[in-house]
């Protein structure tokens, strides 16, 4: 026999349903009811969900609906609303299925300290508002033991305010090669008024977050003293490099946030960080990060081959780097090598310590075509990378920072590196050290580095600062120098009022070959102007070219020039090329530009004749 109704309290009350009368069995009290002759009505189900209202659940969030939730996902069915109602689930604590489908639009209500789902297999919330709850899925470090084959996860068009975390999903590297995770989509959610937005910090391979919005994140209801919107893969700094290709492929693709706040001390504050290789994370926007802990990034990543570009970064990331990557060349950890930074625009309207653009330690990656205005300290940096290329990057008003000085590019400890046709503005209107192109090592030799067509210009001098301005800077800590190439910069420091160096060179290893072609000298100050100044020569030092030069003129000895087959004459020669005769004291000028014409005085008597 069969009995349909028209509502579960009363007529009307969205929750009628149709009922078969069976023989006395088990029955729940929700969807199953032992009726008063001993009989049970069983709840029918056409379709493969329930709607809330069909199992009693109180639509206004006054009495507890967690049973009725429960009784839902324990059958396996999807959970629906007719009423679009407010149900409170504050009973719920860490619930444990294989498998939860919430499908909206309704609103679930939390107790505030527990989270409402355990992590499972299989997870799916459309169109879903949670509020006040630890987590609306995820697990706790306590769960060790746990182990997580993700199938499914989906989190999309939902909304959380007042939450710890929105997805807490987490994996264990005693455990890691039972966890690893694919087919995972959080797209278009709304995160307002959160401690933090969405972990899944598992191996997880292709997977997609898309368009979500936080704003105002770091409430109190924060779980810890770490403050990320977003955080994906997994990071083990102990485990080996294979990490980073373990998981990866996935995109971070048109977020926005503002008002990031952490107030901790101690904690990290990113808006995205993820682990793993493959990956590209592009068109997000991020605006007001700020963070007390020395840990603050727009965009933190360890892992190879990533592409990430046209992000906008405003107020995001101070000390470490609005974009920052770490990993490793080699041994335990996650090995980064060739990511791609490129077409990002970043800019502060406040100064802090040191605002930092992009910086890089480990790899050989590739920053170009970058926009990074009012940064303080740093603009760009890579550090103890195998190689770097800086190029085409626009670097707008970089201050000093706080406490410090200015490098806008720095590349410290890599002993390859090309730097070119990047625009470098100073902002004078503050003490200290001021530095374009900075190139420093302490641990390895520098091989070959070019420094070619960069544009250096200055605004907002002060009238009596303190500081020098040194365009490029170069200091090889004893080490060595194989090849350093400057050509074609521009030097074009106007109305200084400090000492200014177009090169200050602090070379004291051995240094085999130094070119300086094609570069202007276009630098006025009240202080001091130098065009090069360096310690040292090099072994073969070609010079040329150079507009507004005075400081030093191409150097050979007597031997260098008698050899047709030596650069002197092979490669650089031109009819009136002037060259120091370290031998004879006294400059040489070509006749012709033929590797065996000969080199005259000034008075035209035979100087060197090379053969």
Same mark, same amino acid.
Request: net charge negative.
């Given at each position: 026999q069969f009995v349909e109704t028209g509502g579960y309290y009363t007529k009307g009350d969205a929750g009628q349903a149709k009922y078969l009368i069976v023989a006395a069995q088990a029955a729940d009290g929700y969807g199953d009811h032992t009726l008063a002759n001993g009989t049970v009505a069983v709840l029918q189900v056409s379709?493969?969900?329930?709607?809330?209202?069909?199992?009693?659940?109180? =639509?206004?969030?006054?009495?507890?609906?967690? #049973?009725?939730?429960?009784?839902?996902?324990?059958?396996?069915?999807?959970?629906?609303?007719?009423?679009? #109602?407010?149900?409170?689930?504050?009973?719920?604590? %860490?619930?444990?299925?294989?498998?939860?489908?919430?499908?909206?639009?309704?609103?679930?209500?939390?107790?505030?300290?527990?989270?409402?789902?355990?992590? /499972?297999?299989n997870f799916r919330a459309d169109n879903v508002t949670v509020t006040d709850t630890r987590y609306l899925i995820g697990n706790e470090l306590s769960d060790a033991a746990q182990v997580l084959?993700?199938?499914?996860?989906?989190?999309?068009?939902?909304?959380?305010?007042?939450?710890?975390?929105?997805?807490?999903?987490?994996? %264990?590297?005693?455990?890691?090669?039972n966890k690893v995770g694919a087919n995972v989509s959080i797209k278009r959610n709304k995160v307002k008024s959160c401690g933090s937005g969405f972990a899944v910090n598992a191996f997880i391979y292709g997977y997609e977050i898309a368009r979500n919005d936080f704003e105002t994140i770091g409430y109190t209801e924060s779980l810890a003293d770490d403050v990320i919107c977003i955080s994906i893969g997994q990071d083990n700094s102990s485990s080996s490099e294979t990490l980073a290709d373990n998981q990866g492929q996935g995109v971070i693709r048109n977020n926005t946030a503002e008002d990031i706040n952490n107030p901790s001390a101690t904690g990290i504050t990113d808006y995205i960080q993820f682990f793993g290789s493959?990956?590209?994370?592009?068109?997000?926007?991020?605006?007001?990060?700020?963070?007390?802990?020395?840990?603050?990034?727009?965009? %933190?990543?360890k892992g190879s081959r990533n592409k990430i570009y046209a992000n906008s970064l405003i107020d995001c990331g101070s000390d470490e780097g609005a974009i920052k990557q770490k990993g490793v060349n080699s041994?335990?950890?996650?090995?980064?090598?060739?990511?791609? *930074?490129?077409?990002?625009?970043? !800019?502060?309207?406040?100064?802090?310590?040191?605002?930092?653009?992009?910086?890089?330690?480990?790899?050989? /990656?590739?920053?170009?075509?970058?926009?990074?205005?009012?940064?303080?300290?740093?603009?760009?940096?890579?550090?103890?990378?195998?190689?770097?290329?800086?190029?085409n990057n626009k670097i707008l008003n970089i201050k000093p920072s706080v406490t410090g000085s200015i490098e806008a590019i720095?590349?410290?400890?890599?002993?390859?590196?090309?730097?070119?046709?990047?625009?470098?503005?100073?902002?004078?209107? *503050?003490?200290?050290?001021?530095?374009?192109? =900075?190139?420093?090592?302490s641990t390895v030799a520098f091989d070959k580095?070019?420094?070619?067509?960069?544009?250096?210009?200055?605004?907002?001098?002060?009238?009596?600062?303190?500081?020098?301005?040194?365009?490029?800077?170069?200091?090889?800590g004893g080490l060595g120098f194989n090849k350093l190439v400057m050509t074609g910069n521009g030097f074009n420091i106007?109305?200084?009022?400090?000492?200014?160096?177009?090169? !200050?060179?602090?070379?004291?290893?051995?240094?085999?070959?130094?070119?300086?072609?094609?570069?202007?000298?276009?630098?006025?100050?009240?202080? !001091?102007?130098?065009?090069?100044?360096?310690?040292?020569?090099?072994?073969?030092?070609?010079?040329?070219?150079?507009?507004n030069f005075t400081s030093y003129k191409p150097i050979a000895s007597s031997a260098q020039l008698n050899s047709q087959n030596n650069d002197i004459n092979d490669t650089y020669k031109f009819q009136g090329r002037e060259v120091w005769n370290t031998n004879a004291d006294r400059p040489v000028y070509a006749t012709g530009s033929v590797k065996t014409d000969v080199w005259n005085y000034s008075d035209g008597t035979l100087a060197n004749t090379p053969i």
């Open positions: 379709d493969s969900f329930i709607y809330l209202e069909q199992v009693g659940a109180d =639509t206004t969030g006054v009495i507890d609906a967690g #049973g009725s939730l429960k009784a839902i996902l324990d059958l396996g069915l999807q959970v629906r609303s007719k009423s679009s #109602g407010i149900f409170n689930v504050a009973t719920l604590s %860490y619930e444990e299925y294989l498998a939860i489908d919430l499908q909206g639009p309704f609103t679930l209500v939390g107790n505030g300290s527990a989270g409402m789902f355990s992590s /499972n297999e084959q993700i199938k499914r996860l989906h989190v999309t068009n939902s909304t959380f305010e007042r939450c710890g975390w929105t997805v807490r999903v987490r994996t %264990y590297a005693a455990l890691a090669a493959d990956n590209e994370v592009h068109g997000n926007v991020g605006k007001n990060l700020v963070g007390l802990g020395v840990d603050n990034e727009g965009i %933190y990543l041994g335990n950890g996650i090995r980064s090598t060739k990511n791609f *930074f490129f077409n990002n625009y970043i !800019s502060w309207t406040v100064t802090n310590d040191r605002n930092t653009g992009i910086s890089s330690i480990s790899g050989d /990656n590739y920053i170009h075509d970058n926009t990074i205005v009012n940064a303080a300290g740093r603009a760009i940096d890579t550090v103890d990378a195998i190689s770097a290329k800086v190029y720095l590349i410290q400890n890599t002993p390859n590196a090309t730097i070119y046709d990047n625009e470098i503005e100073f902002d004078g209107g *503050f003490n200290g050290d001021c530095y374009g192109v =900075t190139l420093i090592s580095v070019s420094i070619k067509n960069n544009d250096f210009t200055l605004i907002n001098e002060v009238a009596t600062p303190t500081g020098t301005f040194r365009c490029i800077r170069v200091s090889d106007q109305g200084a009022n400090r000492t200014i160096f177009g090169m !200050s060179l602090s070379i004291s290893g051995t240094w085999s070959l130094g070119v300086v072609q094609n570069n202007i000298n276009n630098m006025t100050s009240s202080g !001091s102007v130098n065009d090069i100044s360096t310690s040292t020569l090099p072994t073969t030092y070609q010079v040329d070219a150079n507009v």
